[in-house]
């Protein structure tokens, strides 16, 4: 059964919104300068959304919706779109899946009936499924063997703890090896539901075809409502972890809890990380690198989900250099949080480098897609150019003082330590715990 529109309408110039029958919102923006689209099906399907013991399903889903559907073998599935001189991909995060595409603009059919086959019609064969285990297990080992990249996960899981939101999104070895075909039919009956998706798509295009596109292709998904998420906060208190590994840097992340997505200082805290460790030319770069030499890099690590966030800064040197690193961290904190330190030249130019990052970002229209699902996924709207600008602007001296002393205080951080370092703690994980060469 055909889906037909059951409303719609501009939300600005360029943005338009319409609402299926089957309750599947679709998104779109209008970039008539360009010859390309980026399309893009997004489902509230991530690493916490799995029950305890199939971490992992989320992401492996996502691998094996490329595997073959009832009418496409794997090798179609890519050579349909490369043919045309298309992209296809997808990720997984710890909120959301995204499928997308980016195609010249006369060839979007075949993207969106590529994508809705694969959702909605893949066959998930279990010999496939064995094979693709392997995949995903080097996926995991790949990771757990980049320092700069492992740390972080390992980061959520201490600052997390028993919160849906510490499940590594890759899964772990255990869970991976156990999952089963009816595990992702499960885990897509339970999540891939019109009203826990979205539809959106930038570039050359009009937003009526899209509307008719999405509503003949996107017609086998479980309509029944799904089942909203938790509301658990997690513990705020800060912790300390030591993750020993004989490598010959140390690699560290200090952070604690942030803020959700709609929370009224988000714009505060993005200028204060910026400020912070935005940049070459920001404070902690400047201090710790240029200045002492102590870190190879330091950089600001910031997330919002729906309850809360992560804020901190990962940071890579030998092992002698840590302590002395972490230190001068906690000053520059102490310092901004008394309300010390910040001149209106430092606000400004943080405020201006990320109105500038955005600006080149939406350039692209991959970004601009994005931005259009992420708002309506996660704000409820898409908040204009002009609203971010100014609430940008409105962000000052005081808010960042405030800010820093409610979320970056010492008892309220926690300290991820991953290399051959000895210090505080006893709490590494075992062993194994989080795939085969975890340390």
């Known amino acids: ?9 501009s939300i600005d110039d360029r943005y338009c ?22 399309f893009g099906v997004w489902s509230l399907a991530g690493s916490r959304d799995e029950i305890p013991g199939g971490e ?20 179609d599935i890519a050579y349909e779109l490369e043919r045309l001189g298309g992209f296809l991909n997808a990720f997984t995060a710890k909120d959301h899946t995204c499928y997308f595409a980016r195609i010249l603009d006369e060839h979007l059919p075949t993207a969106v009936d590529v994508i809705g086959d694969m959702i909605q019609n893949a066959v998930l064969d279990p010999v496939e499924l064995e094979r693709e285990k392997q995949v995903v297990l080097e996926e995991i080992n790949t990771a757990v063997d980049t320092p700069d990249e492992w740390v972080q996960e390992l980061f959520l ?3 997390y703890g028993e919160h849906p939101l510490a ?46 596109l999405a509503s003949k292709t996107f017609v086998s998904l479980n309509t029944e409502v799904v089942k909203s998420r938790g509301s658990l906060t997690p513990d705020g208190n800060g912790s300390k972890h030591l993750h020993r590994r004989d490598i010959s840097q140390v690699h560290v992340i200090l952070g604690g809890q942030g803020l959700p997505y709609l929370h009224d200082d988000r714009y505060a805290l993005a200028v204060l990380m910026n400020l912070f460790a935005g940049g070459m030319s920001s404070r902690l770069f400047q201090s710790l690198r240029e200045e002492r030499g102590l870190v190879y890099t330091i950089s600001a690590v910031t997330a919002f989900f729906e309850e809360t966030g992560t804020a901190g800064f990962y940071l890579a040197c030998v092992p002698d250099n840590t302590a002395l690193a972490l230190d001068l961290i906690y000053e520059e904190l102490a310092t901004v949080a008394a309300g010390k330190g910040i001149d209106e030249e430092e606000l400004t130019s943080s405020k201006e480098q990320i109105k500038g990052q955005l600006m080149l970002a939406l350039e692209s229209p991959f970004t601009r897609m994005s931005r259009l699902a992420k708002g309506l996924l996660f704000e409820g709207r898409i908040i204009s150019l002009d609203e ?8 000052t001296a005081e808010d960042l003082s405030r800010i820093t002393g409610q979320l970056m205080s010492p008892e309220l951080l926690t300290t991820t330590m991953l290399g051959a370092v000895d210090g505080f703690g006893t709490e590494s994980r075992r062993p194994g715990d989080f795939g085969s060469t975890g340390r």
């Open 157 to 159: 899981m201490d600052l």
């Open 167 to 212: 499940h590594p999104v890759l899964g772990r070895e255990d869970t991976v090896n156990t999952l089963s075909s009816s595990d992702l039919r499960e885990f897509i009956g339970q999540r891939y539901r019109p009203d826990n998706m979205l539809v959106a798509a930038a570039g050359s295009l009009e937003h009526e075809q899209v509307v008719e």
């Open 17 to 38: 919104k319409t609402v299926l029958d089957n309750g599947m919102v679709v998104v779109t923006e209008s970039l008539p300068f360009v010859r390309s689209v980026a």
């Open 56 to 75: 992992g399903a989320a992401h492996f889903l996502e691998h094996m919706l490329f595997k073959g559907t009832e009418k496409r073998s794997a090798f």
């Open 388 to 395: 971010i600008l100014r609430s940008l602007d409105e962000v």
């Open 1 to 9: 059964m055909e889906n037909t529109s059951t409303h719609s309408g």
